[in-house]
Every structure is written in structure tokens, then in C-alpha cells.
Nanobody
């Protein structure tokens, strides 16, 4: 059993910052890529940022230069530092991780429950 637990969402004014965290726990052998997605009401879930086990990163064009993804492998945790937030960043953010629970080299996707980010004055 694997759980991803997110924290750090909330209400912030335009131009402000938030830091999201997502900790993985349970039966974990290794974690490959980890990432953050967001999904507005009535829209498809979209990639915000992703980081591989080798710390290679990629970002959605809309957040490049404002958001930074990082991970702490000792804590099985991924972070998303969000700066210069805009009202259009308002939505629910989901953590994702590709996790091998058996050591056999097969990873499955796991999702967190989502955390609300609201950017408003």
C-alpha cells in the first residue's frame, strides 16, 4: 500500500508564493519520476512540473521561470516552489509518483488526493 500526502496549498495574493509538499509512504522499493499536475473544473489534468530520479526536470510553459520542482529522496518527498503566482494558477494540484513496490523494476503511478491553491486579492 502506497500513499501520497500533499500539503502546502492555500490562499495567496497575486505575486505571492506557496510551497507544496508531497510525501510518499508505505511499501516503497524505489521511486522513479515524481511530478505535479493540476486540474481546473471541467478541464483535463495537465502537467505542471516533473522531476526524474536523476533530477532532470521539465515544466509547463505557463510556469517556467516561476515554479521550481525539487525532491528529497531521503524523505520520499517532492516539492513545488511556486513564485509570482497569478490568478490563473488557481486550481487543485495533484502529486504523482512512479513507484516500484517490489524491486522487480515495474513502477506504477500513484496520485495524491489534491490540494487547493487559490490566488486572489
Amino acid at each position: 500500500q502506497v500513499q501520497l500526502v500533499e500539503s502546502g496549498g492555500g490562499l495567496v495574493q497575486p505575486g505571492g508564493s506557496l510551497r507544496l509538499s508531497c510525501a510518499a509512504s508505505g511499501s516503497i522499493f524505489s521511486i522513479y519520476a515524481m511530478g505535479w499536475y493540476r486540474q481546473a473544473l471541467g478541464k483535463q489534468r495537465e502537467l505542471v512540473a516533473r522531476i526524474t530520479s536523476g533530477d532532470n526536470t521539465n515544466y509547463a510553459d505557463s510556469v517556467k521561470g516561476r515554479f521550481t520542482i525539487s525532491r528529497d529522496n531521503t524523505k520520499n518527498t517532492v516539492y513545488l516552489q511556486m513564485n509570482s503566482l497569478k490568478p490563473e494558477d488557481t486550481t487543485v494540484y495533484f502529486c504523482n509518483a512512479a513507484i516500484d513496490t517490489t524491486g522487480r523494476g515495474t513502477a506504477y503511478n500513484y496520485w495524491g488526493q489534491g490540494t487547493q491553491v487559490t490566488v486572489s486579492s
